[in-house]
């Protein structure tokens, strides 16, 4: 059983496991607008964070969420290591980041993997395809070695985008994603990469903490295998899991002011990483 533990918290630390340093960039909202592109981009991509967890037909990973808060680490790909800047997601559960087989605008100004560069690489006939909000990102799948931390995960399946959605990606501080949901989300039945370090024994405990500070530029982990006590203050409320596809969750209601402003009788939430924000049905928004 795998566990997340999402704190909210403003403290520093230093703990020697497997820690991955998260910086808290310049937002998509913010480069838009240097680039006089933000109201282009909100005419054509009205914001839904909701649309990232109903998915028809094919996967569904609305970018649209990174606008205003974007934290986001570093892994490396392949022998030698390629590195990237990835997000890591709670609410997707696949690894992708482009490629040099991508002519896409998204792509010209991120770093890009190239498996001829790397002798652990091996290819497959398969092809990847994820719907976002704003287009969708199209590649292939391969396997090599990917190291995040210090732990270093074998013939882990990734995806090697060719082609990515619009020209205001191309202002995204990122590289590409790495999903820590289930493998029931996962587009074209890729395993995470959370997963196999869980089946190869590469982490302690079957957890991963996540740790998202107000500090501008550091601060921020993801802690793989293990909780660093120094952020608990009070105790840990485990709180189970409702259905292995996010990290989905029952919550019994939203109250403000010690009254109940929504949820009466219960929901459903996903506990999501990629989302830094609070959001809720339009119609109980109007409520509050």
Not at 198 to 204: A, H, I, P, Q, T
Not at 247 to 252: A, E, L, P
Not at 273 to 284: F, I, N, W
Request: charged residues 15%.
């Amino acid at each position: 059983m795998k566990l997340l533990l999402l704190f909210s918290l403003v403290a520093l630390a230093q703990c020697f496991v497997h820690k991955v340093p998260l910086r808290k960039g310049k937002t998509l909202r913010q480069s838009l607008q240097e680039h006089g592109l933000l109201e282009r981009y909100l005419k054509q991509h009205p914001y839904n964070p909701a649309a990232k967890y109903f998915r028809t037909g094919v996967s569904s990973e609305p970018m649209q969420n990174y606008m205003d808060n974007s934290y986001y680490g570093t892994i490396s790909i392949g022998t030698p290591a390629q590195e990237f800047t990835v997000i890591f997601d709670t609410g997707s559960s696949n690894l992708w980041v482009p490629s040099v087989y991508c002519a896409s605008l998204s792509c010209s100004d991120h770093k890009r993997f190239n498996p001829a560069d790397s002798s652990t690489f091996v290819s497959t006939n398969d092809s990847l395809y994820i719907a976002y909000g704003t287009g969708s990102m199209s590649g292939i799948l391969g396997y090599d070695t990917v190291q995040v931390a210090d732990i270093v995960v074998h013939n882990q399946i990734f995806g090697l985008s060719e082609t990515e959605p619009g020209d205001f990606f191309y202002y995204c501080p990122f590289d590409g994603i790495l999903g820590l949901a289930y493998p029931s989300i996962s587009s074209d039945g890729a395993t995470p990469v959370f997963d196999n370090m869980m089946d190869e024994g590469l982490v302690n405990k079957d957890l991963f903490s996540v740790y998202l500070s107000k500090d501008e530029e550091s601060g921020s982990f993801v802690l793989f295998g293990a909780i660093d006590p120094y952020y608990v203050t009070n105790g840990i409320s485990w709180i189970p899991v409702s259905a292995e596809t996010y990290w989905q969750i029952t919550m019994q209601r939203v109250s403000i002011n010690d009254e109940v402003a929504a949820c009466h009788s219960g929901c459903q939430a996903i506990v999501d990483t990629g989302t830094s924000l609070l959001a809720m049905p339009y119609g109980d928004l109007t409520k509050v």
